[in-house]
């Protein structure tokens, strides 16, 4: 059962075409992301969704409801500005308090639920804040709460990373992400960094020209692109011609080849494995995250089945891959090998 | 070295231009202002002595102070009316149609293009009588006034809005659950409020000082307190003066409160 149906929806601002037809469906509990170049629609397709923006054709429904006309208010939608939205004149806790106070929430059920909220954001302390009094990555959590503390049945995230630097959009990722899966919250991202869609998300639908061009897993987006701007966008493909695919492997395709610069091997000729490889060690794989071009698996070394049980907890690694999923993708439990290269261990005080 | 003593000369040379030019300007208003309080200042250089003679006299003349409250009360209507007007249209204009703004510019403008004198012969002509005869009464000036409240408020509003994100305030009021004139109340009036003040102190000192619609329109039908004045010039320059002072303290202390509130 589909928690969220849009379908063959379109909308246009006077002659301009923003998109059509467009369909896509989201369960529940599912972070899926809207990834694309600027003007793509992808913002104006979040808004339509919001009820911020009318639609000029086709259906949105969420838990088998119409919401297509309805009024933003009545949608029970959560959302996240990019440029944060906070209310200037409200200080953290009345912003956050804001929503509960429209739903007439009595005042003890405000001050625990809104209290609760500040916790999941790690704002403590900060209740009596005016928003321009905080930074940037303080701004946005601030908003998260305020859109989460309504309980909304999507949550929807208009490139609310973007304006942040490097390290707190790391962090803040992670955060929503954890969030997010502990409320079991449906949500709508919309990005167009593809580093930020790849790791957070567990469908993306990429969008182009007013057109969702390719929808899948993470994996599926980035290992089989459908097209070349895929290709282009997700990674840093080589795009071969058809006449350059035919010279270089003899093969003979319609279209243009799209190879991952990870996905092919490099050999020195004559080269071989000394003494400075270790013996192997035997591993399982516990998860994995997709970094793009890289897999980040996390393994624990497991023991030899024979020894004594060791009390010493077991290790826990983290290894990173190139990423050729096509052909190896270890699930979790997987037993894996590991090799250490003696050379690239590092004693540290 | 001489790096400093340039910089030294410099601020001095400055400082002479900005205190020359203040002390210039404060002339009229001291020598008027010790004017108000001497006795009398006839043949000699400096007055015969001092007196409060001339204050006590103006503000127990109940004319004077009937005019005064005219005034007051003019104001007050015309930036009722200015408020109820301007800010829901400001709104509307922002939020909803933000391609008008460069039309309201030009419209605001107006009441700056076409000289007081000019525009009360218009309305006298358009008002004395017809299906609206207002001139003489009240009125005509409060809708005068709105007219000339407008561009200060239009532009210290317009700025305190483009200083807000009003489109996204207004969504993710929506979103919350507020209606439009509940995110309006809420969100929209408190980010302006510095703004409407400052503006609203501006308007009330420079409608307080407006005399040629007030004379033309009106007149001593309803006198005001700059048609007062103008009917006292025959009595003793003692007493006017006294009535400028009077009038200059309270428009100073009411642009000091719109410097206040605008910071």
Redesign the interface.
């Known amino acids: 059962m589909n928690y969220v149906e849009v379908s063959n929806l379109s909308k246009c601002f006077g002659q301009n075409t923003v998109f059509e037809g467009i369909n896509l469906t989201i369960k529940q509990g599912e972070f899926v992301t809207l990834l694309g170049p600027s003007g793509c629609g992808k913002s104006t397709l979040l808004r339509c969704i919001a009820g911020l923006n009318d639609v000029d054709n086709g259906n949105i429904i969420v838990k088998g409801e119409d919401i297509t006309h309805a009024a933003p208010q009545t949608r029970g939608i959560g959302m996240v500005f990019q440029s944060y939205a906070l209310f200037p004149n409200m200080t953290v806790w009345d912003n956050i308090a804001f929503g509960l106070k429209m739903q007439k929430v009595s005042a003890a059920d405000l001050k625990q639920q809104v209290g609760k909220v500040i916790e999941l954001v790690e704002l403590n302390g900060r209740e009596q804040y005016y928003p321009h009094q905080l930074s940037g990555g303080q701004r946005q959590r601030v908003a998260l709460a305020r859109a989460l503390v309504v309980k909304p049945r999507i949550l929807l995230l208009d490139e609310p990373l973007s304006a942040l630097d490097a390290r707190i959009r790391k962090h803040l990722r992670e955060q929503i992400r954890t969030i997010q899966k502990e409320m079991n919250l449906t949500t709508i991202f919309v990005t167009h960094d593809q580093e930020e869609a790849l790791t957070m998300s567990d469908r993306i639908f990429l969008m182009n020209k007013g057109e969702i061009v390719q929808s899948g897993t993470a994996e599926e987006i980035y290992t089989q692109p459908a097209s070349e701007f895929v290709a282009s966008f997700m990674g840093n493909y080589n795009l071969l011609g058809a006449k350059q695919v035919h010279d270089i492997f003899g093969m003979s395709i319609n279209g243009k080849l799209a190879i991952r610069p990870e996905s092919i091997y490099v050999r020195e000729a004559g080269r071989q494995y000394g003494e400075h490889i270790s013996a192997p060690v035997l591993a399982n794989v516990v998860s994995h995250q997709l970094l793009g071009n890289v897999i980040r698996y996390q393994v624990v070394l497991s023991q030899d089945e024979t020894q004594q049980p060791n009390v010493v907890p077991t290790p826990s690694i983290i290894v990173d891959m190139l990423n050729r999923s096509s052909e190896r993708l270890f699930e979790q439990g997987t037993k894996l090998e590991l090799m250490f290269n003696k050379n690239e261990m590092q004693e540290v005080a | 070295m001489q790096n400093v003593n340039l910089k030294m000369s410099a601020t001095t040379y400055h400082k002479t231009v900005v205190y020359g030019l203040v002390s210039l300007l404060a002339i009229p208003v001291i020598a008027t202002l010790v004017y108000s309080l001497a006795q009398r200042w006839g043949a000699t250089i400096t007055p015969d002595g001092f007196t409060f003679d001339w204050y006590l006299q103006l503000w127990q003349d109940p004319r004077f102070l009937a005019a005064f409250g005219r005034s007051l009360l003019l104001c007050f209507i015309s930036l009722a009316v200015s408020c109820a007007l301007i800010i829901p249209t400001i709104f509307v204009v922002f939020y909803y149609f933000p391609r008008l703004d460069s039309w309201m510019n030009l419209l605001i403008l107006l009441p700056f293009a076409v000289p007081p004198v000019v525009s009360s012969v218009g309305l006298l002509q358009l008002y004395a009588d017809g299906p609206i005869p207002i001139v003489g009464t009240p009125w005509v000036l409060i809708g005068t006034y709105f007219t000339i409240a407008l561009p200060f408020m239009y532009r210290a509003l317009a700025n305190s809005l483009q200083g807000?994100?009003l489109r996204?305030?207004m969504?993710?009021?929506?979103?919350?659950?507020?209606?439009t004139p509940?995110a309006f109340v809420?969100?929209v009036l408190?980010?302006i409020r510095k703004g409407l003040l400052a503006s609203l102190f501006l308007s009330f000192s420079f409608l307080l000082g407006e005399f040629v619609f007030a004379n033309i329109l009106v007149g001593t039908r309803f006198e005001t307190l700059q048609v007062y004045l103008y009917n006292m010039r025959q009595t003793s320059g003692h007493f006017t003066s006294a009535l400028v002072m009077s009038y200059f303290f309270f428009t100073l202390f009411l642009t000091w409160l719109a410097t206040r509130f605008s910071r």
Do not use: K, Q, T, V
């Open positions: 807000i994100n996204d305030l969504d993710a009021a929506h979103l919350l659950g507020a209606s509940r809420s969100i408190p980010n």
